[in-house]
């Protein structure tokens, strides 16, 4: 029997900062989305809340900031200040996001005995370094659950981590879309955007995860045939020089735009005749779900849970990693049959609302946290 609280349960969610990206957004989907006659939910960052923590606060909800700078501060005062903010705050449930926070969470968590310590991993891993799986592998086995969206992600964790399977939990994504008759018409997006002629685009941290520049290969391949080219790259990072570098390398500095940080996503991908993710390696592709709820037809690699979502030849067209090629071959493709492009768009529209909705994303949520409060009060056995 599940046993609904007479007062919300407190959830805490840590992270070290809040830039703009994947795992951000879905904690602040958590944080705006969840029933707050059931739930009471508090951002927490190591460091200062950057961004998206800056937008949380606007929309009225609670975000601290431990003021802490990880490369200067000792993991001792690290632990000491989290711990310090759990007594403080005494959630129900602490949901640590990302390593460091994963990290100096769970160990902060030890001995205070909160009904629920979860832990999400977002993404694989790239560099597996001894120390790191170790304390992944004993900190797993004192809290309850480590996260995971992606198989490749669980068997990452499973294989370096040695996480004990009874302790993972594989989640579905799920993306927050506007009513399809709300907001700009596509007509008026691209006049907003200054854009005219077949559009590609794709919204991604300028890392080399990304795959930007397998993109702008094949861009250099197709810039001929399609005469009216513009693509939009919205998203900063550490590559963001040399992905500028390679445009005017490629001679695409006329036709590709980076657009920087953008928060109107929705304004960008309704102006897009197509969505690319040309990522060599992802968790949660919720920038391709996002896409696809929009209605868009889509390029993907395979990669992450991509050929899950992605249906070759029906909603999309998968590509393999890393090979420009392809992907200029997909790009042509969907270029020279509008009536494809339509056709896609409205099957991955039918795809995400059917499957991968905010509801249902935040409804797992709900079900985990839920679950470890009545443990822990015994009204499980």
């Known amino acids: 029997m599940t046993v609904i609280p007479h007062t919300p349960i407190k959830i805490l969610q840590l992270l070290a900062t809040m830039p703009v990206g994947g795992a951000e957004v879905m904690v602040a989907d958590i944080a705006t989305g969840l029933e707050p006659g059931e739930f009471e939910v508090i951002t927490a960052c190591l460091g200062e809340p950057g961004p998206m923590g800056a937008e949380l606060s606007r929309q009225g909800k609670l975000v601290l900031s431990l003021g802490l700078n990880l490369k200067r501060t000792g993991t001792f005062r690290l632990v000491r200040r989290v711990r310090e903010l759990l007594q403080e705050i005494r959630p129900d449930i602490l949901h640590t996001h990302l390593y460091h926070a994963n990290l100096y969470g ?104 990304k795959g930007h520049d397998d993109l702008l290969q094949a861009l250099a391949q197709v810039r001929g045939e399609i005469p009216d080219l513009t693509v939009l790259l919205a998203g900063e990072g550490t590559r963001q020089g040399h992905l500028q570098a390679l445009t005017r390398e490629l001679g695409l500095h006329d036709v590709v735009r980076f657009l920087g940080t953008r928060r109107d996503v929705p304004r960008i991908l309704r102006a897009l005749d197509v969505f690319v993710m040309p990522s060599r390696w992802e968790g949660i592709p919720l920038t391709l779900l996002e896409a696809m709820g929009y209605g868009l037809a889509v390029i993907s690699t395979r ?40 056709q896609w768009g409205e099957e991955a529209r039918r795809t995400v609302r059917e499957k991968y909705t905010l509801a249902h994303f935040l409804d797992q949520f709900a079900t985990i946290y839920l679950e470890l409060y009545e443990k822990a009060r015994g009204y499980l056995k």
Do not use: W
């Not at 009874?166 to 799920?174: D, E, I, N, S």
């Open 106 to 209: 769970r160990m902060a968590a030890l001995g205070l005995g909160l009904p629920g310590v979860v832990a999400t991993v977002h993404n694989i891993y790239t560099r597996v370094k001894l120390h790191r799986c170790l304390a992944n592998n004993l900190l797993a086995r004192c809290g309850d659950y480590v996260l995971v969206f992606s198989p490749q992600v669980r068997e990452d964790v499973r294989r370096y981590d040695r996480v004990p399977a009874a302790r993972l939990r594989m989640l579905t994504p799920g993306v927050r879309l506007e009513e399809p008759n709300s907001g700009e018409s596509k007509e008026e997006a691209r006049r907003s955007l200054g854009i005219s002629g077949f559009c590609l685009g794709n919204v991604a941290r300028l890392e080399e995860q």
């Open 303 to 342: 990669v992450g849970r991509a050929p899950e979502i992605v249906r070759d030849g029906e909603n999309g067209r998968l590509a393999p990693v890393a090979e420009p090629k392809a992907l200029a071959g997909a790009i042509l493709e969907l270029y020279r049959e509008p009536q494809k492009r339509e």
